[in-house]
Each structure stands twice: as structure tokens, then as C-alpha cells.
């Protein structure tokens, strides 16, 4: 199979992943997506979603300035991947990030 055939699969396969979630685990998989310390692993792990079906899903459901903005923020982000980040990170948000008052 050629490349550009690869590819389309690929797309093919992510769209059909995507379209399984609903309004709910949608939101989730966007917030979790923008937060720094959440690696791609954490998200394949709780909703099944690869890296690159984790970006075709941001890019169908941001607006282009915000998607654009998205990628720049992620690309390279060592918190992002688990191989990449420091033993010491040991969870996927900060503490104060989900306080109860």
C-alpha cells in the first residue's frame, strides 16, 4: 500500500474512532488534551485514542486558531509523553488544579 493510502486509513480509522464518543467524554478528551502534565499515554489508557487520533480530533472540533495554538503549545512538550517527562512528575495535574472549596 502506498503511503497516501496509509495515510487515508489512518484518517479513516481515526474519524470512526472519534465519532464513538459522546458530548461528555468529548469535553474530557479536549481538557485533557490541553493540560500540560496529561500525556498522550493517559489518554490512549482511559478512551483508547492514539496520539494521532487524539490530534484529528482536536483539529475537527477547535477552531483553526485554536487548534493552531494547541499544536504549538504540545509540540515538543516533554510532560506531554511519558518516555520524555521526569521520573519526578508523578501525576497528570497539578495539586491545586481540582480544589473543592
Not at 499515554?41 to 478512551?47: K, L, M, P, S, T
Not at 487524539?54 to 503549545?73: D, E, G, H, Q, Y
Request: proline letters at 4%.
Amino acid at each position: 500500500m502506498s503511503a497516501q493510502g496509509n495515510v487515508i486509513k489512518q484518517q479513516t480509522t481515526a474519524k470512526a474512532n472519534i465519532e464513538q464518543f459522546c458530548e461528555q467524554d468529548l469535553s474530557r478528551i479536549i481538557e485533557m488534551a490541553w493540560e500540560d502534565r496529561t500525556p498522550f499515554e493517559a489518554i490512549a489508557w482511559q478512551f483508547g485514542l492514539s496520539e494521532p487520533e487524539v490530534i484529528a480530533l482536536m483539529r475537527r472540533n477547535l477552531k483553526p486558531r485554536s487548534f493552531r495554538l494547541w499544536r504549538t503549545r504540545v509540540a515538543g512538550r516533554k510532560t506531554k509523553h511519558l518516555q520524555l517527562r521526569s521520573r519526578s512528575v508523578l501525576r497528570a495535574y497539578c495539586p491545586t488544579q481540582y480544589k473543592r472549596g
